[in-house]
């Protein structure tokens, strides 16, 4: 499922317009985005938590070429389902 499909699903689930379905979906998930970006975890129950893992600058080597390389440090977002979305999952 891609975007567009999730907000056909959600307009027609909920009875909105696409228009509106889109602009709810847009908002869930800018909000989580700028909730990572503050460093702030997003917990939704039953679905899962959504973090920040800040990985440290580190050495590591073109695999074309074998020259050694600086890989700088950065934060990457993290999601951790909760035991509800696996067991549907499964």
């Given amino acids: 499922m891609n975007k567009t499909e999730l ?3 959600v307009a027609a689930e909920n009875d909105l317009t696409q228009k509106a379905a889109a602009a709810v979906v847009d908002s869930v998930l800018n909000s989580v ?5 503050a ?4 917990s939704l ?5 959504f973090s920040c893992k800040h990985r440290d600058a580190r050495q590591g ?3 074309a070429t074998g ?3 600086e890989f700088a440090a950065s934060n990457t977002p993290v999601f951790k389902a909760a035991k509800a ?3 549907k999952v499964n």
């Fill in 61 to 63: 080597r073109n695999p």
């Fill in 85 to 87: 979305f696996k067991e």
């Fill in 45 to 49: 129950f039953g679905f899962g938590t």
């Fill in 7 to 9: 907000i056909k699903k």
């Fill in 33 to 37: 985005m700028d909730s990572l970006a």
């Fill in 39 to 42: 460093r702030e975890p997003v």
């Fill in 67 to 69: 020259e050694a390389m």
